[in-house]
């Protein structure tokens, strides 16, 4: 048995996202004086920007880990790889990488537990892949705008 079998029979991958996930928001300000900060981004510059790379990169290592070990969820590994980029990629120095990455993580997230949920009807799920395709077509062109506005200035 691999090591790798061994850590998963031990414990699910999916359990421990669940649980990094839900601590990354309680965690990164608990470890920074308390301080609220506008976003989980705006972490990488706070006094604790070693635990926020931690938590991001051992999250993106996990999905990325879940997706080389289910065939069925082989997707996972390309949302990981965006989660790591968000993390090398800080947002004051590399917005538009940064923003991308992010954005690539958050609707492929998004249309991936619409895509496979079994609770939500056809019909809804078809509702939210529209709302999802026009949210990637309004980030795109809201993104080609203000580059078209930089060029120009």
Do not use: Q
């Amino acid at each position: 048995m691999t090591l790798v079998k061994l850590f998963r029979k031990l414990l699910k991958t999916e359990l421990l996202l669940a649980i990094i996930f839900f601590m990354i928001p309680i965690v990164l300000p608990l470890t920074s004086s308390g301080d609220l900060l506008d976003s989980i981004s705006a972490y990488a510059y706070a006094d604790n920007f070693g635990i926020y790379n931690l938590l991001l990169v051992l999250t993106s290592y996990f999905i990325i880990i879940d997706g080389a070990i289910d065939a069925s969820r082989r997707y996972n590994v390309v949302l990981g790889l965006c989660l790591l980029l968000v993390a090398l990629f800080p947002v004051l120095e590399w917005r538009w990488t940064h923003d991308l990455f992010a954005v690539l993580f958050f609707i492929g997230n998004t249309y991936i537990v619409t895509y496979y949920t079994k609770i939500l009807p056809r019909l809804t799920k078809n509702i939210f892949k529209a709302i999802i395709g026009i949210g990637v077509v309004l980030f795109i062109l809201g993104y080609l705008y203000i580059c078209n506005l930089i060029n120009n200035n």
